[in-house]
Protein backbone atom coordinates (compact mmCIF):
# COMPACT_ATOMS: atom_id res chain seq x y z
CA UNK A 1 0.00 0.00 0.00
CA UNK A 2 1.28 3.28 -0.76
CA UNK A 3 2.20 5.54 1.95
CA UNK A 4 0.40 8.43 0.16
CA UNK A 5 -3.04 8.55 -1.87
CA UNK A 6 -4.21 10.31 -4.17
CA UNK A 7 -6.71 11.03 -6.64
CA UNK A 8 -5.33 12.10 -9.63
CA UNK A 9 -7.83 14.11 -11.35
CA UNK A 10 -7.47 15.91 -13.68
CA UNK A 11 -10.12 18.39 -12.09
CA UNK A 12 -11.00 20.99 -14.80
CA UNK A 13 -12.93 24.16 -13.02
CA UNK A 14 -13.63 27.50 -14.25
CA UNK A 15 -12.27 30.75 -12.94
CA UNK A 16 -13.77 31.77 -9.76
CA UNK A 17 -14.89 27.82 -8.69
CA UNK A 18 -14.10 26.44 -5.67
CA UNK A 19 -12.73 23.22 -5.47
CA UNK A 20 -10.70 20.32 -3.07
CA UNK A 21 -8.81 17.92 -3.01
CA UNK A 22 -8.00 14.88 -0.42
CA UNK A 23 -5.21 12.55 0.29
CA UNK A 24 -4.98 10.18 2.27
CA UNK A 25 -1.89 8.64 4.29
CA UNK A 26 -1.43 4.99 5.74
CA UNK A 27 0.83 5.87 8.60
CA UNK A 28 -0.42 6.76 11.49
CA UNK A 29 3.41 7.66 12.99
CA UNK A 30 3.53 10.47 10.32
CA UNK A 31 4.56 13.70 11.60
CA UNK A 32 4.49 16.68 9.67
CA UNK A 33 2.27 17.26 6.89
CA UNK A 34 2.44 19.39 3.28
CA UNK A 35 0.78 20.62 0.22
CA UNK A 36 3.28 21.17 -2.78
CA UNK A 37 2.78 22.90 -5.75
CA UNK A 38 4.18 21.80 -9.11
CA UNK A 39 4.12 23.73 -12.48
CA UNK A 40 4.31 21.89 -15.83
CA UNK A 41 7.98 20.65 -16.02
CA UNK A 42 9.04 22.26 -13.19
CA UNK A 43 10.16 21.26 -9.44
CA UNK A 44 7.85 21.24 -7.05
CA UNK A 45 7.26 23.62 -4.32
CA UNK A 46 5.81 23.96 -0.90
CA UNK A 47 2.50 25.57 -1.11
CA UNK A 48 1.53 25.34 2.37
CA UNK A 49 2.24 23.89 6.06
CA UNK A 50 -1.02 21.69 7.25
CA UNK A 51 -1.29 22.39 10.69
CA UNK A 52 -3.81 19.84 13.19
CA UNK A 53 -6.08 23.22 14.13
CA UNK A 54 -6.36 23.82 10.09
CA UNK A 55 -4.99 26.69 8.79
CA UNK A 56 -5.54 29.60 5.80
CA UNK A 57 -3.44 31.37 3.46
CA UNK A 58 -5.42 33.59 1.23
CA UNK A 59 -7.61 31.93 -0.83
CA UNK A 60 -5.99 28.51 0.60
CA UNK A 61 -7.36 26.55 3.28
CA UNK A 62 -5.83 23.04 4.42
CA UNK A 63 -7.49 20.25 6.57
CA UNK A 64 -6.02 17.17 8.74
CA UNK A 65 -8.06 14.81 10.45
CA UNK A 66 -5.76 12.47 11.69
CA UNK A 67 -8.55 10.01 12.72
CA UNK A 68 -9.01 9.20 9.60
CA UNK A 69 -6.29 9.98 7.94
CA UNK A 70 -6.55 12.44 5.49
CA UNK A 71 -5.49 15.94 4.57
CA UNK A 72 -7.31 18.08 2.33
CA UNK A 73 -6.82 21.50 0.12
CA UNK A 74 -9.79 23.62 -0.34
CA UNK A 75 -9.21 26.37 -3.12
CA UNK A 76 -11.50 29.27 -3.60
CA UNK A 77 -12.36 32.01 -6.18
CA UNK A 78 -9.99 29.80 -8.40
CA UNK A 79 -7.50 31.78 -11.00
CA UNK A 80 -5.80 30.94 -14.11
CA UNK A 81 -2.91 30.63 -12.27
CA UNK A 82 -3.37 28.20 -10.04
CA UNK A 83 -3.43 25.37 -12.84
CA UNK A 84 -1.15 23.04 -11.69
CA UNK A 85 -0.39 19.84 -9.99
CA UNK A 86 -1.04 19.55 -6.44
CA UNK A 87 0.99 17.03 -4.49
CA UNK A 88 -0.03 16.18 -0.66
CA UNK A 89 3.24 15.43 1.43
CA UNK A 90 3.82 13.58 4.85
CA UNK A 91 6.77 13.55 6.50
CA UNK A 92 7.55 10.10 8.60
CA UNK A 93 10.56 10.46 10.92
CA UNK A 94 13.28 12.11 8.29
CA UNK A 95 11.50 10.72 5.75
CA UNK A 96 9.13 12.36 2.89
CA UNK A 97 6.49 10.51 1.14
CA UNK A 98 4.71 12.31 -2.02
CA UNK A 99 1.79 11.33 -3.32
CA UNK A 100 1.58 11.25 -7.30
CA UNK A 101 -0.49 14.73 -7.38
CA UNK A 102 -3.87 16.20 -8.42
CA UNK A 103 -3.84 17.91 -11.87
CA UNK A 104 -6.10 21.04 -11.58
CA UNK A 105 -6.69 23.05 -14.60
CA UNK A 106 -8.81 26.18 -13.97
CA UNK A 107 -10.49 27.39 -17.55
CA UNK A 108 -11.41 31.10 -18.61
CA UNK B 1 21.10 32.37 -2.69
CA UNK B 2 20.60 30.63 -5.72
CA UNK B 3 18.98 27.72 -4.65
CA UNK B 4 19.67 24.38 -5.44
CA UNK B 5 22.02 24.02 -8.29
CA UNK B 6 21.63 20.75 -10.28
CA UNK B 7 23.57 19.51 -13.47
CA UNK B 8 22.81 18.88 -16.12
CA UNK B 9 18.99 20.07 -16.91
CA UNK B 10 18.87 17.62 -19.38
CA UNK B 11 21.08 14.05 -20.84
CA UNK B 12 20.24 11.73 -23.08
CA UNK B 13 22.08 8.93 -23.64
CA UNK B 14 22.85 5.33 -24.49
CA UNK B 15 22.11 2.06 -23.05
CA UNK B 16 25.15 0.93 -21.10
CA UNK B 17 26.44 4.31 -20.83
CA UNK B 18 26.95 5.62 -17.19
CA UNK B 19 25.63 8.71 -16.77
CA UNK B 20 26.39 10.86 -13.69
CA UNK B 21 23.78 13.88 -12.07
CA UNK B 22 25.22 16.41 -9.63
CA UNK B 23 24.04 18.60 -7.18
CA UNK B 24 24.53 21.83 -5.42
CA UNK B 25 22.78 22.25 -1.97
CA UNK B 26 21.68 25.43 -0.57
CA UNK B 27 24.17 26.51 1.75
CA UNK B 28 23.82 25.48 5.66
CA UNK B 29 21.26 22.71 4.70
CA UNK B 30 21.66 19.67 6.80
CA UNK B 31 19.83 16.95 4.36
CA UNK B 32 20.08 16.18 0.73
CA UNK B 33 17.49 14.03 -0.82
CA UNK B 34 17.49 12.61 -4.23
CA UNK B 35 14.52 11.91 -6.04
CA UNK B 36 13.17 10.19 -9.45
CA UNK B 37 9.63 11.12 -10.42
CA UNK B 38 8.01 9.36 -13.50
CA UNK B 39 4.31 9.61 -14.75
CA UNK B 40 3.44 6.07 -13.74
CA UNK B 41 4.91 6.54 -9.99
CA UNK B 42 5.15 10.08 -8.86
CA UNK B 43 7.91 11.43 -6.36
CA UNK B 44 10.19 8.08 -5.41
CA UNK B 45 12.83 8.87 -2.87
CA UNK B 46 15.81 7.26 -3.31
CA UNK B 47 18.65 8.23 -1.20
CA UNK B 48 19.30 11.09 1.51
CA UNK B 49 21.91 12.25 3.43
CA UNK B 50 21.93 14.18 6.98
CA UNK B 51 25.37 16.20 7.50
CA UNK B 52 26.88 14.15 4.04
CA UNK B 53 26.14 10.60 5.44
CA UNK B 54 23.82 8.66 3.74
CA UNK B 55 20.94 7.66 6.09
CA UNK B 56 18.83 5.44 4.20
CA UNK B 57 19.40 3.92 0.79
CA UNK B 58 16.28 1.98 0.69
CA UNK B 59 14.77 3.71 -2.53
CA UNK B 60 17.75 2.98 -3.91
CA UNK B 61 16.15 0.42 -7.33
CA UNK B 62 19.48 -1.44 -7.63
CA UNK B 63 22.75 -1.53 -7.64
CA UNK B 64 23.66 0.04 -10.60
CA UNK B 65 22.39 3.48 -8.67
CA UNK B 66 24.86 4.88 -6.06
CA UNK B 67 25.18 8.20 -4.87
CA UNK B 68 27.66 9.90 -3.17
CA UNK B 69 28.21 13.44 -0.94
CA UNK B 70 31.91 13.98 -0.27
CA UNK B 71 31.52 17.34 1.57
CA UNK B 72 28.38 19.85 2.53
CA UNK B 73 28.25 21.67 -1.18
CA UNK B 74 28.09 18.55 -3.33
CA UNK B 75 26.52 15.40 -4.38
CA UNK B 76 26.19 13.01 -7.02
CA UNK B 77 23.77 10.18 -7.76
CA UNK B 78 25.31 7.67 -10.75
CA UNK B 79 23.91 5.15 -12.75
CA UNK B 80 25.77 2.49 -14.36
CA UNK B 81 25.00 0.93 -16.82
CA UNK B 82 22.26 2.97 -18.03
CA UNK B 83 18.62 1.08 -18.96
CA UNK B 84 15.67 3.11 -20.67
CA UNK B 85 13.21 2.17 -17.73
CA UNK B 86 15.80 4.53 -15.80
CA UNK B 87 14.36 7.39 -17.87
CA UNK B 88 12.73 10.06 -15.24
CA UNK B 89 13.34 13.46 -14.23
CA UNK B 90 15.93 13.38 -11.22
CA UNK B 91 15.45 16.00 -8.25
CA UNK B 92 17.76 16.90 -6.05
CA UNK B 93 16.37 18.98 -2.57
CA UNK B 94 17.87 20.34 0.61
CA UNK B 95 16.33 21.34 4.04
CA UNK B 96 15.86 23.61 5.64
CA UNK B 97 17.49 22.81 9.51
CA UNK B 98 15.04 25.87 10.68
CA UNK B 99 11.84 25.16 11.55
CA UNK B 100 9.45 26.77 9.38
CA UNK B 101 6.00 26.60 11.00
CA UNK B 102 4.30 24.53 14.18
CA UNK B 103 5.69 24.72 17.85
CA UNK B 104 7.48 21.67 18.71
CA UNK B 105 7.89 19.76 15.51
CA UNK B 106 10.00 21.66 12.83
CA UNK B 107 8.14 21.03 9.56
CA UNK B 108 12.23 21.88 7.90
CA UNK B 109 10.55 23.07 4.10
CA UNK B 110 12.33 21.45 1.42
CA UNK B 111 13.71 22.82 -1.17
CA UNK B 112 13.96 21.38 -4.90
CA UNK B 113 15.96 21.89 -7.71
CA UNK B 114 14.95 22.42 -11.28
CA UNK B 115 15.34 18.66 -12.00
CA UNK B 116 17.55 16.84 -14.64
CA UNK B 117 15.77 15.19 -17.31
CA UNK B 118 17.41 11.99 -18.46
CA UNK B 119 16.32 9.89 -21.17
CA UNK B 120 17.92 6.82 -21.77
CA UNK B 121 17.51 5.31 -25.04
Known amino acids: RKEVEQDPGPFNVPEGATVAFNCTYSNSASQSFFWYRQDCRKEPKLLMSVYSSGNEDGRFTAQLNRASQYISLLIRDSKLSDSATYLC?????????FGTGTSLTVIP | DAGVIQSPRHEVTEMGQEVTLRCKPI?????LFWYRQTMMRGLELLIYFNNNVPIDDSGMPEDRFSAKMPNASFSTLKIQPSEPRDSAVYFC???????????????????FGPGTRLTVL
Open chain 2, 27 to 31: SGHDY
Open chain 2, 93 to 111: ASRDPAPTGGAGIGYNEQF
Open chain 1, 89 to 97: VVKVGNQFY
